[in-house]
């Protein structure tokens, strides 16, 4: 709401939220793909990134801005790695995995501004469990191939979605209107 109110068009793309890279047993289990076990284990991401640059195509969206929070970043990543260009990729609370450094890589030419914003005071329990899994050990809350790297101290995992005030000091709005 508070987008439309600064002047921003906002179209929702709401993706199922089905977490990738990490164990399961339901039936289905990405890992039994044929794309290969490093990739069928992100298929749930990979698919929700190509219906995101889909939804792009059909609304004409050519380069918009993109808000994603948690898990997707993996799906904003996949879309610019598909093709979609991205004119700022906002990130809030983005897991940073290593398994998916190649497709950062690939995006990282089509998001001409990517923000990666993080709480680091140990808050977000859920952007580190979010990491697990994904092939090393330890945490990283800075996404190397963003163009900023930003800390938003006490937010928590979510705070910044709905906290809109703490936006201004962080440079949010700047960066979306850019």
């Given at each position: ?41 992100l298929l749930p991401w990979l698919d929700a990134g190509e219906k995101l640059r889909l939804y792009c195509q059909a609304n004409g969206l ?103 005030e703490a936006w201004e000091p962080l440079g949010l709005w700047a960066a979306l209107a850019a």
């Amino acid at each position: 709401m508070e987008l439309g109110l600064r002047g921003f068009a906002v179209f929702d793309f709401l993706w199922s939220g089905i977490l990738a890279g990490v164990p399961t047993t339901l039936p289905g289990d990405p890992r039994e793909s044929t794309l290969g076990a490093d990739q069928g284990d992100l298929l749930p991401w990979l698919d929700a990134g190509e219906k995101l640059r889909l939804y792009c195509q059909a609304n004409g969206l050519e380069c918009p801005a993109v808000i994603c929070h948690s898990h997707g970043l993996q799906v904003v990543t996949y879309a610019a790695a598909r093709g979609q260009r991205f004119s700022t990729g906002l990130s809030l609370s983005g897991p940073v995995r290593r398994d998916m450094q190649r497709a950062r890589r690939a995006a990282s030419g089509r998001i001409t501004r990517w923000v990666q914003v993080t709480d680091p005071t140990g808050r977000d329990t859920t952007i580190l469990e979010g990491e697990a899994f994904d092939g090393h050990l330890g945490w990283h809350l800075e996404l190397p191939e963003a163009t900023d790297n930003l800390f938003a101290p006490g937010q928590g995992h979510s705070g910044l979605t709905v906290d809109v005030e703490a936006w201004e000091p962080l440079g949010l709005w700047a960066a979306l209107a850019a």
